[in-house]
């Protein structure tokens, strides 16, 4: 079973739109961590963002913003007034103990912003 | 410097020849991992390792081995390399259990 779900396979937008990536998870553990990276155009994996299960406070770092909501198992990405240098593919992962502790990843959204 | 090091970077290689791809990190931690990435398919697990004297297969192991020759080394090798184990190869790095992974650079393999 998918472990990580990412609906959106590629996402594009006009420069300055908003826009909200989706990630679903599914796990049995009451401790686990979830994750965004990002990996622009040149391959690298970027870190974005971790959160364990017991925080729910969403977080903002500047045009950033998650939204963590265990109720319904998502955990989305919100990128306020893109730009171009947003471009990149996203991923989603989780860590839990039905994993062994690895990193299970979705199979990404790619975000283009048009200029 | 990289924290993490992926060498080589870039790869063609023929059917049936054994390859090897290095990992090596300055970072310190314990926990080392090969993902292999292809299009449509995300990210997915080849091995892992939480120290030296501790390996674990992953999701699609068949057709590779490791070798973690020191808490900063881990080698992944393909033995027979065979067209569809064109990827790209990314090993990583956390230091401990829910803490962020740090990925290298990526080793792009071609099989032909």
């Known amino acids: 079973a998918q472990k990580v779900t990412q609906a959106q396979t590629e996402i594009s937008v006009v420069e300055k739109e908003d826009v909200t990536l989706d990630c679903v998870y599914e796990?049995?553990?009451?401790?686990?961590?979830l994750f965004w990276y990002k990996q622009p155009p040149s391959g690298e994996l970027v870190f974005l963002i971790r959160?364990?299960?017991?925080?729910?406070q969403n977080e903002i770092s500047g045009r950033y913003s998650w939204n963590f909501q265990k109720s319904t198992s998502s955990f989305n990405f919100t990128i306020t007034a893109s730009q171009v240098v947003d471009s990149a593919v996203y991923f989603c992962?989780?860590?839990?103990?039905?994993?062994?502790?690895?990193?299970?990843f979705g199979t990404g959204t790619s975000l283009t912003v048009i200029p | 410097d990289a924290d993490v090091t992926q060498t080589p970077r870039n790869r063609i290689t023929k059917t049936g020849k054994r390859i090897m791809l290095e990992c090596s990190q300055t970072?310190?931690?314990?926990?080392m991992y090969w993902y292999r990435q292809d299009p449509g398919l995300g990210l997915r697990l080849i091995y892992y390792?939480?120290?030296?004297?501790?390996?674990n297969k992953g999701e699609i192991s068949d057709g590779y081995s490791v070798s973690r020759q020191a808490q900063a080394k881990f080698s992944l090798s393909l033995e027979s390399a065979i067209p569809n184990q064109t990827a790209l190869y990314f090993c990583a790095t956390a230091w401990d259990r829910g803490t962020e992974a740090f990925f290298g650079q990526g080793t792009r393999l071609t099989v032909v």
């Open positions: 992962a989780l860590s839990d103990r039905d994993t062994g502790n690895q990193f299970y």
């Open positions: 796990t049995r553990d009451t401790t686990y961590y």
């Open positions: 970072k310190g931690h314990d926990r």
């Open positions: 959160r364990n299960s017991f925080d729910e």
């Open positions: 390792s939480f120290d030296v004297k501790d390996i």
